[in-house]
């Protein structure tokens, strides 16, 4: 029993939240294309109703766009995973504690993930 003690680890919760969008994009030499993108991110368990208004804002912000016309997206290619890499950088620039954001253009493929740092 002490030994076990000794090993025990913390563990946070965290809380999965998805969310679906319409955008354009043009990448890599592709020719202009759309997707109904699904995005799915794990975020620290605190604060759920805020996390979910903070997600639904950003997501907000993608649905019917063409994301090349982002500045951000002049800086880094919109593939899915700086797409998700912006989702990231959005959510924690409004203060959500996110731990993994996934990105995906189909259901079989071409996910895209970013892992933030604790
Ligand atoms: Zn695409």
Do not use: W
């Amino acid at each position: 029993m002490s030994a076990m003690m000794g090993n025990r680890r913390t563990f946070q919760f965290l809380h999965t939240l998805e969310a679906f969008f319409v955008a354009s994009h043009k990448h890599y030499g592709e020719i202009l294309h759309g997707h109904n993108f699904r995005c799915r991110i794990k975020v620290i368990f605190d604060r759920p109703a805020f996390t979910r208004t903070c997600f639904k804002q950003v997501i907000r912000g993608l649905d019917y766009q063409h994301l090349n016309r982002f500045p951000y997206f002049r800086r880094f290619t919109p593939s899915t995973e700086n797409i998700a890499q912006f989702i990231a950088e959005s959510m924690a620039g409004l203060g959500c504690d996110v731990r993994e954001v996934e990105v995906f253009e189909t259901n079989e493929c071409s996910g895209g993930v970013a892992i933030c740092g604790s």
